[in-house]
């Protein structure tokens, strides 16, 4: 049980920023630390029916209340997730050769097209939370919610599962630590659990959305083979970003055509 909580501590102080008490990042530490790192979308995922529930309660303005979803992820996590999009972005958009792409990842500045793809990322994030927020759709949010695992589920599988870019990078170091099979079937065991909750929520919301966050995971491993040789911290969190993001634009549109 200490060798679980100290896998719990080390997921939550990697990818998140919630205190948490101090573990040393040993193996066994890490062996199953990507069992828990969806628990931190579980946060993500209460806080955000929290504030739209709160926003509707008191009376808040749409717009206030919006904000305040789409910030949400960045408060709980620190952009880190974030920091991995635009990098990718920068990457992906310089049309070099691979190995000069992996140079840029590593690069701490932001480059144009970074930029640009924060604010695309935040407007489009704001657009989907405000058609949700403001039509009182809190089914759609609460499937919202649950995405947020769903996504870090698939993240964790794409960690364990696909080579690796590089043999010194994070995510090889993680891969590396992690009991592999175990880690993959209870993400997948997870992913069962997740899809059969959102689908009882709403089905046709529920089935949209996680078949989405599918497709955004196949076309993720396409861009990390073709372009990367493999996958990186930097693109985990690029999918993740896309994943969370393509969920709720999903979910925007179908709940608005297809009305409870």
Same mark, same amino acid.
Request: aromatic share 16%; glycine share 8%; with cysteine.
């Given at each position: 049980m200490k060798s679980l909580w100290n896998n719990f501590k080390v997921a939550f102080a990697m990818f998140s920023k919630i205190p948490m008490p101090r573990a040393d990042w040993t193996k066994e530490n890490m062996? *199953?630390? #990507?069992? #828990?790192? /969806? #628990? +931190?979308?579980?946060? +993500?995922?209460?806080?955000?029916?929290?504030?739209? *529930?709160?926003?509707?309660?008191f009376g808040y303005q749409p717009g206030f209340v919006t904000a305040l979803l789409v910030l949400v992820p960045v408060f709980v996590t620190g952009g880190i997730h974030v920091d991995g999009l635009l990098d990718t972005s920068d990457a992906l958009s310089s049309w070099q050769e691979r190995s000069r792409?992996? =140079? +840029?990842?590593?690069?701490s500045h932001a480059g144009a097209f970074a930029v640009i793809t924060a604010a695309v990322y935040f407007v489009t994030w704001y657009g989907a939370y405000d058609q949700l927020y403001t039509s009182e759709n809190m089914e759609a949010i609460a499937i919202m919610s649950l995405g947020f695992m769903v996504s870090r589920c698939l993240s964790g599988i794409g960690? +364990?599962?696909? /080579?690796?870019?590089?043999?010194?990078?994070?995510?090889? =170091? #993680?891969?590396?630590?992690?009991?592999?099979?175990i880690s993959r079937n209870v993400l997948i065991v997870y992913l069962i659990l997740l899809a059969a909750v959102m689908i009882w929520i709403e089905p046709v919301w529920g089935i949209a959305a996680f078949a989405g966050a599918l497709v955004i995971f196949g *076309? *993720?491993?396409h861009t990390a083979m073709k372009y990367f040789g493999g996958t990186t911290g930097d693109l985990s969190g690029f999918f993740l970003c896309i994943c969370e993001a393509?969920?709720?634009v999903i979910l925007a549109v179908v709940s608005n055509l297809f009305i409870r």
């Open positions: 062996k *199953y630390m #990507f069992c #828990f790192f /969806p #628990f +931190i979308g579980t946060v +993500i995922g209460v806080l955000t029916v929290a504030v739209a *529930y709160a926003g509707r309660r792409r992996l =140079e +840029i990842l590593k690069d960690v +364990i599962v696909f /080579p690796k870019a590089k043999s010194d990078g994070t995510v090889a =170091e #993680f891969s590396r630590n992690s009991s592999d099979v *076309y *993720y491993h393509g969920m709720a």
